[in-house]
T-cell receptor, first 115, second 113 residues
Framework: GAVVSQHPSRVICKSGTSVKIECRSL??????MFWYRQFPKKSLMLMAT?????????EQGVEKDKFLINHASLTLSTLTVTSAHPEDSSFYIC???????????FGQGTRLTVV | AQSVTQPDIHITVSEGASLELRCNYS??????LFWYVQSPGQGLQLLLK??????LVQGIKGFEAEFKRSQSSFNLRKPSVHWSDAAEYFC???????????FGQGTRLTINP
């Protein structure tokens, strides 16, 4: 099956710094990528949807200036958490989809801890 | 509004026992349905999906699910669970042409030895 690689799997950063998370589709062209946030023992909350070459569409309540999403190529999307604070600590998961396919494939997730 | 409900937050079964995880959806159009499994600290792995055709679908790891339109349900089943099945299970729904998946709240499965 299609593989989506997310990096890093874990990151610890200091409050006020920025951290970048990468999401790569290894064997298919990801025309659409999705970024989710998952709180402990909770479901996935969609943060934004990005189509290659276009600006991301953010869900209501998600700060676009804080969570910068770039989808400049068909195999890579990045999520940058700017000026991170402890409340941004969470598990972030990306998924990717090719063309009009309804099925999306998920990365392994990134555990972000802001200290 | 479109929604997905997994009524059971936590289920505990004994190893070797049968399992059924419930999923109900509320959608105006014909849904595309998915079940995912998540181990602690990991991403999501697709167990099975239903788009059309036979309403009983087979997935990986011995799981199956049945789409019942009249009940707006897509319950996940396994005849005999293994200790390695302990994980979080998510039901998700989308419709043709939609961009995003809508997830249920998840059901945490614990296996007793």
């Amino acid at each position: 099956g299609a593989v989506v690689s997310q990096h890093p799997s874990r990151v610890i950063c200091k409050s006020g710094t920025s951290v970048k998370i990468e999401c790569r589709s290894l064997d298919f062209q990801a025309t659409t990528m999705f970024w989710y946030r998952q709180f402990p023992k909770k479901s996935l909350m969609l943060m934004a949807t990005s189509n290659e070459g276009s600006k991301a569409t953010y869900e209501q309540g998600v700060e676009k200036d804080k969570f910068l999403i770039n989808h400049a190529s068909l195999t890579l999307s990045t999520l940058t958490v700017t000026s991170a604070h402890p409340e941004d600590s969470s598990f972030y998961i990306c998924s990717a989809r090719q063309g009009a396919s309804t099925e999306a494939f998920f990365g392994q997730g990134t555990r972000l801890t802001v200290v | 509004a479109q929604s997905v409900t997994q009524p059971d937050i936590h289920i505990t079964v004994s190893e070797g026992a049968s399992l059924e995880l419930r999923c109900n959806y509320s959608y105006g159009a014909t849904p595309y349905l998915f079940w995912y499994v998540q181990s602690p600290g990991q991403g999501l792995q697709l167990l099975l999906k239903y788009f059309s055709g036979d309403t009983l679908v087979q997935g990986i790891k011995g799981f199956e699910a049945e789409f019942k339109r009249s009940q707006s349900s897509f319950n996940l089943r396994k005849p005999s669970v293994h200790w390695s099945d302990a994980a979080e299970y998510f039901c998700a729904v989308t419709i043709q042409g939609a961009q995003k998946l809508v997830f249920g709240q998840g059901t945490r499965l614990t296996i007793n030895p």
